[in-house]
């Protein structure tokens, strides 16, 4: 019979094995993408949650530093219904996007700005990884025009500073940018972070898109989370949002997506941000983990 020391030491042996096995298959994905660049835009429940948060900050970390080159981009709605909230401010949503007036566009800018950036900021530092917060009205990153009257200050983006972005990635460090735009009269607009994530992603022309959300990806049912679309043409998606199936919050997500394919991307992913190490099971294996969309 063998002792217990000798299973305790077979067990371990065996648990480095997997270990070793599990790093050399997730090695053609580090070749894959070493020197690409990554554009994530972050929010929903992994923003909220302080398990997650530090999960996606600790990915991003590992990401960095097997060569990737990061750029985080987020909102921060959460936090911007509780500032609304606490200043009796009402939030109304047109197809997705946040009517933003005069006094709302100032409350947006301080909790994107300031709060929810600066704080995403100090998490990936005290993890060790090299982070730079910016919002998009810094240096014209993010120039805009109003996008209609209808939603008040929401801005359309005109340009993306993408040569801002890339001396920070070439630096080593990951830009995390706040979706604030800025026209040339020097007036803030909020813009829609899945916008602002895709057009991000076109101007770097990025090796992969993803957009981190609380649903698995798009779903055949609403109702039912296993009825996932695993894999999706741009051109069905196309078809999705015409035909009225995509509802909310998806609206704005894919035509953030038919955007960066239309403008060079080969491909984007919805991802489920609730799952832990959600990105590195998309990034690193076979099958993935939420939709992707392709060309």
Not at 7 to 19: E, P, S, W, Y
Not at 147 to 160: A, F, N, Q
Not at 168 to 189: E, T
Request: no cysteine.
């Amino acid at each position: 019979m063998m002792k217990k020391s000798e299973m305790t030491n077979k067990m371990a042996t065996i648990n480095i094995r997997q270990r070793v096995e599990i790093l050399l298959d997730g090695l053609l994905y580090m070749r894959k993408y070493a020197g690409r660049t990554i554009v994530i835009k972050y929010g929903g429940n992994a923003m909220v949650n302080e398990e997650l948060k530090t999960s996606v900050m600790r990915d991003l970390y590992l990401l960095q530093t097997i060569g990737m080159k990061i750029v985080l981009v987020h909102g921060g709605g959460p936090a911007i219904d509780q500032a609304m909230s606490r200043l009796n401010k009402p939030t109304k949503f047109i197809d997705g996007l946040r009517y933003t007036d005069g006094d709302d566009i100032q409350i947006i800018n301080a909790v994107l700005s300031g709060q929810v950036n600066k704080s995403l900021v100090a998490d990936l530092h005290k993890i060790g990884a090299r982070a730079i917060g910016l919002s998009g009205a810094d240096g014209h990153l993010i120039q805009t025009k109003q996008l209609s009257t209808e939603l008040g200050y929401v801005g359309k983006i005109s340009k993306i500073d993408a040569e801002a972005i890339k001396l920070l990635l070439n630096a080593n460090y990951i830009p995390v940018i706040a979706s604030i735009g800025i026209d040339d009269r020097g007036q803030l607009y909020n813009v829609n972070a899945d916008t602002a994530a895709s057009e991000i992603a076109a101007a770097l022309n990025a090796e992969q898109f993803i957009l981190m959300t609380d649903v698995r990806g798009i779903l055949r049912d609403i109702k039912d989370p296993d009825s996932l679309y695993h894999e999706l043409s741009v051109d069905q998606v196309q078809q999705m949002l015409g035909s009225g199936a995509l509802k909310g919050g998806m609206i704005p997500k894919i035509r953030a997506i038919i955007a960066a394919i239309n403008n060079g991307l080969k491909e984007a992913v919805i991802l489920d941000g609730r799952v832990e190490h959600s990105i590195l099971l998309e990034l690193f294996s076979t099958e993935g983990y939420g939709s992707l969309i392709t060309q």
